[in-house]
């Protein structure tokens, strides 16, 4: 009988790390059944629909439809939905990714019907519970039975806590096989031909983290920074749908200067795979992106205090500023003179990452 394996995604950066893993999983009908569960956490086309066809992931198997709601509320919706499908059919192993509200949702309803749990991209750790990430890393972490690291601080810090060795696998990065997989796609995107940009001569800018876009003030003083930066070198900021709605709650749309800082609507995989690889600089408080400039070795300004992919800094061409403009504009006036931060590929980043997921579980299943 082929093991069943329930893999569960829910918002934007699930779906990447998400796709080698189905793809390759399906190499392999007599020993693996996946099931692909979406949440329905983002639910914008632009947000998930999109990502699947780029990805060529097949559709959900199941599609919950949570939508946005509180943490609480989203987090409860999504608990309640799967424990409903898996006290009627329980897989054998349920496969989360990341920290997203989904994946902390499925592993706590798992772990409770006695479901065993693999999580993708372990260990991570900002040591900043303000972020709900932190929150849904640790908790999924600590309920899980296979935990698969991406870098070395993953292993680090699970060992630390305590976690058994034998529960530790280091695979690497599986958001960087799809990557590796979707370059030579993404070279062919037009976005620089629609945006009528050049190569080498805009930043890429991506921003939707509570802590810079929720407070009126602090996303204020950032528009005014934004708009110098972007006075050098213009910034195309392709705007996630909680930043965007904060611009027009707080009135501060009409802070940007559009000839400096140029909002569009979020973008595709490919598209905005495109635009990464070619920006002269990154500024972005994402988690993802600091990964991916890492591999295509483009510098990258993290505005955040924090990071919980230390590998981006210690090896990769990352830096963390901290969110006071002040230094954020003198770490990207620094880049642009060309003071510009060079890193390498860390380890296990080289594609192969659904492959070494799938050679182990094909052992733990004997
Ligand atoms: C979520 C993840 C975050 C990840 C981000 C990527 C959590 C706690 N956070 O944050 O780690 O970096 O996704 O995008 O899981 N909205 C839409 N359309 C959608 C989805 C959301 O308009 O399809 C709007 C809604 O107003 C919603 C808000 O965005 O209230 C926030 O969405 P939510 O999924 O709660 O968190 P994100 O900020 O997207």
Not at 67 to 92: N, Y
Not at 131 to 153: A, C, G, K, Y
Not at 326 to 348: R, W
Request: hydrophobic residues 40%.
């Amino acid at each position: 009988m082929p093991k069943k394996l329930d893999l569960v995604v829910g918002a934007r950066p699930n779906f990447m790390k998400a796709a080698p893993l189905v793809a390759e999983l399906k190499k392999h009908p007599g020993i693996f059944e996946p099931r692909l569960i979406h949440s329905g956490q983002h639910y914008d086309k632009k947000l998930s629909q999109l990502f699947f066809e780029e990805l060529k992931m097949p559709q959900p198997d199941i599609y919950l439809g949570v939508g946005s709601a509180s943490h609480a509320v989203q987090t409860a919706r999504i608990m309640t939905e799967l424990e409903d499908i898996w006290m009627k059919e329980p897989p054998d192993l349920v496969i989360v990714f990341g920290d997203v509200n989904s994946t902390m949702a499925a592993a706590i309803v798992a772990a409770k019907l006695c479901i065993e749990i693999a999580h993708v991209e372990a260990g991570l750790r900002s040591f900043d519970n303000t972020m709900p990430e932190e929150i849904n890393r640790v908790v999924t972490d600590r309920i899980s039975d296979i935990l698969f690291i991406s870098e070395p601080s993953g292993m680090t810090n699970l060992e630390a806590e305590g976690v058994p060795e034998n529960k530790l696998v280091f695979v690497g990065n599986i958001m960087i096989d799809s990557l590796i997989n979707h370059l030579e796609a993404a070279r062919k995107s037009d976005i620089l031909d629609r945006l009528e940009i050049k190569s080498g001569e805009y930043i890429a800018m991506t921003m939707h983290r509570p802590a810079n876009v929720d407070n009126a003030d602090i996303l204020s003083h950032l528009l005014e920074v934004f708009n110098r930066i972007g006075k050098q070198c213009p910034i195309i900021f392709p705007c996630h749908p909680r930043t965007k709605k904060n611009l027009e709650t707080f009135a501060l749309t009409d802070k940007i200067d559009p000839a400096a800082l140029r909002l569009i609507e979020p973008l595709g995989y490919l598209d905005f795979l495109r635009l990464q690889s070619e920006a002269k600089l990154v500024l972005t408080d994402s988690g993802g992106i600091q990964e991916e400039t890492t591999y295509l070795n483009i510098p990258c300004i993290t505005m955040r205090e924090n990071t919980e992919r230390p590998v981006t800094v210690d090896v990769g061409s990352n830096i963390i500023t901290g969110v006071d403009p002040a230094k954020i504009l003198e770490a990207a006036e620094k880049s642009l003179s060309g003071e510009t931060k060079s890193g390498q590929v860390p380890e296990k980043w080289d594609g192969k990452t659904a492959y070494r997921i799938v050679d182990y579980l094909s052992e733990y299943f004997g």
